[in-house]
C-alpha cells in the first residue's frame, strides 16, 4: 500500500529471536480473517553454542541476549550458577541484585511505555505513522516524552553505578556481585527517587484519563480468557527477584501455587511451530493450547496477592476493579506497567535505606557442588527460567532457556487473531487495522526492537493470504 | 678497552644511541621510550621471535628483522614505525584475531589483555580477513587453572616461563603450522599432569584469557607480572 511506504514502526525486540517478524492473516471464503500467525523468522543458537564454555562466563554471555533486559539475563543466568555452586549468596548481595532488577524493570518498562506505545496512546491508533513515535509524542505533549526519557534515564543509571555500565554490566556473578555499593552511588541513586516516583504517578494519572478513549481496543486487544502465570513472594507479594510461581485461571482464583521454578519443566511445556523460531509455551497439566498462560506486568498483578508498598498497593486495588475475575484484556498491560514502576521506584528506595546495603561481603566462593541448576526471575516482561547442565570440570554441556516472550507467544497469536477479526473485513488492509495489530503486539511488550533500531529498517510484514493461498494484499512497514 | 670494544652506536628513528653488544634492538628500545609492539617478549624470559610483532626496518636490508632477537650491531640504522611496518602489525594483529575465537566481550581478560589494548594502541577498528572459527577445546580438568585454546596466540610465554623459571617444562607445543597447539606434558589433560607444581606462573605472564584462574567471571582475571623480574634477578644475584 503506497500510503505505508516509507513509514518506520518499531517494535521492541524479542530477546534470543530478536529482530524481524512477520504476520499472517489466513481468509476464508466470505473475506473474513480466520487465522493468525506471529512468526518471528530469526535464530540465535545461545543455547547451543554456550555448550564447553565454563559456568562463570555465563551471566556475561547469556546477558548479550538482549540489549534492553540484560540485567534479567544475567540475574537468571547468575541464579542458575549460585545453584550449581549450591552457596546462598551473602544477603546484601541479594539486596543489591533486587535493586538492580527493580532498576532494570523501570527503563525497560519506561521504553515500552514511553518511547513504544505512548504515540498511540496520544496520538490514537488512526494517527499518521510518519508521527507515531518519541518524537511526534515530543512534539504535541513535550512534558510526557521528556518524563519517559527522564524515568528511563534514572533506571539506566542505577544500573550504570551498581554494575558500572548500562548495557551488559559484568557485575553481577555466581555467588554474588563482584563490588559492593558505595555512600556516594547510593546516595546519589535515592537523590532521584523522588522525581522518579513522581513521574511514575503522573503518568499513571495521565493513562487513566485517556484509557477511556480505547474501549474498542480494550475490548479487542487480547481479550479472552487465559491463564497468568508469575512468581510470587512466600506471602503471595509481587515480586521479581525470586519466589515460588503461581497459577490463575481466568475466574482470579489459584489455578496451581508454590511451583518450584526448579522444576519448571514439570508443568511447562514447550511446543516448536513449524512457522516461527519462537518456541510457544503451555502448562502442561491442561494441555496445549488449554494451557495458554500469559506472563508479564498483567499477570504479575493477577496472580500476586498484594504488592508490598504504600502507592502501588493502592493503585493495584484500583487495577482490580476493572474486572471481578482476573483482569482479561491485554491493553490492561500498559496500566499494568506504571504501576509496576511505582512499585519499583518505591521498592528500590526502601532497599537502599537498608542498613546492609553498603556490606561488603558481597559474594560467596564455592567450586560447583551441583550438575545441574535452573534460574528463574520476572524479566519485565515475564517469567524467564535458565536451565543449565555442567561436567565435572564446571563447563556446560546443555542449557535451555525460557524467555518471557516464549510464554506469551500463543496469547500474542490469539490477541492479533482477535484485532484482525474485529478490525479486518474484506480484502484490503488498512492502516488503522496495522497499527492495531502492532499496538496489541506492543501491548505485551515482546523484545523484538534492537533491529529496527540497528537499521532503520522497518521489520513489520503482514500478508493478507486468499484461501487458495494466494496473496491478496501487503503490508511492509 | 674492553668495555668500550662491547659499545655499540647506533641510530633508531633518526637518533643516536649507545649500547652494549648482547643488547637487542627492543632492549634499547623499551629502555628509551620507544615503543615497539610484541605480544610473545616479557622481560625475564628468553625472546624467541614468535610473535612478529617486533618487526624493524634495518636500512641496507630488504628483511624486516623482529626486533626481540636482533643484537644491535655498530652503524646500524633502524626505523621502528614505517607505514609499512604499521600496515603489517595491523595485519599479523588481525591475524591473530581470526586464527582463534577471540570474543571480547565476555572474556574473563577483558579490560585486562594485553592482545586486545595493542589492538586498540594500533587503532585497529575491523578485521579484514575472513574469521576461521576453529573447534578449539577448553581444559578445566586442573583443579585451580583453565586453558581456553580459543584465546591462545601461540606466544609460548607460557612454555617459556614453566621452562625457565619454574623448571618443570609442564607446557610444551604440539603440531605444525595452523594445527599448533600448547599442551601439557604429552598432551595429557592439566589435571592429570605429573609435572605441573600448580604455582600459575603460566596463567599471569599469558597475555590473553587463554590461560586463567578457576571461578574467575567476565573481565575478573588481573594478571600480576612484577613477580618475573625480582624471580631472575634474584636468580641471577646467587649466581
Redesign the interface.
Known sequence: MEETSGRTVVIDPVTRIEGHSKITLKMNDSGRVEDAHFHVTQFRGFEKFCEGRPFYEMPSLMARICGICPVSHLIASAKACDALLAVRIPPTADKLRRIFCLAQVVQSHALSFFYLSSPDLLLGMDADPTETHLFGVLEKNPELARQGIRLRQFGQQIIERLGGKRIHPAWVVPGGVSEPLSVENRDAILAGVPEAQQIAERTLEWFKSVREKFREEIATFGNFPSLFMGIVKPDGGLTFYDGKLRLVGADGKIEADGLDPANYAEYIGEKVESWSYLKSTYYKPKGWLDGMYRVGPLARLNVADRIGTPRADQELAEFHELQRTAVLSSFHYHHARLIEILYCVERLAELLEDSEILSKHVRAFARPNAFEGVGACEAPRGTLFHHYKIDEQGLIRWANLVIATGHNALAMNRSILQVAKHFVIGDKLSRGMLNRVEAVIRAYDPCLSCSTHADGHLTLQVELIGPAGEVLDEIRS | MTVAAGIKTLKIDDRDFSARAQETILDVARQNGIFIPSLCELKGLSEVGACRLCLVEIKGSNRLFPACVTPVEEGMEVTTNSERLQRYRRSILELLFTERNHVC??C?S?GHCEMQTLAQKLEITHVRFPYRYPKA?????HQRF?V?HNRCILCSRCVRVCDEIEGAHTWDLKGRGIHVRVITDLDEPW?SSETCTGCGKCVHVCPTGALFE???????MMKRRQFLPYLTLMREDRE
Do not use: I, L, P
Open positions: 566481550s565476555v574473563v577483558n577445546e577448553v581444559d578445566a580438568s583453565v581456553d589435571g578457576k571461578g574467575r567471571s567476565v573481565a575478573e
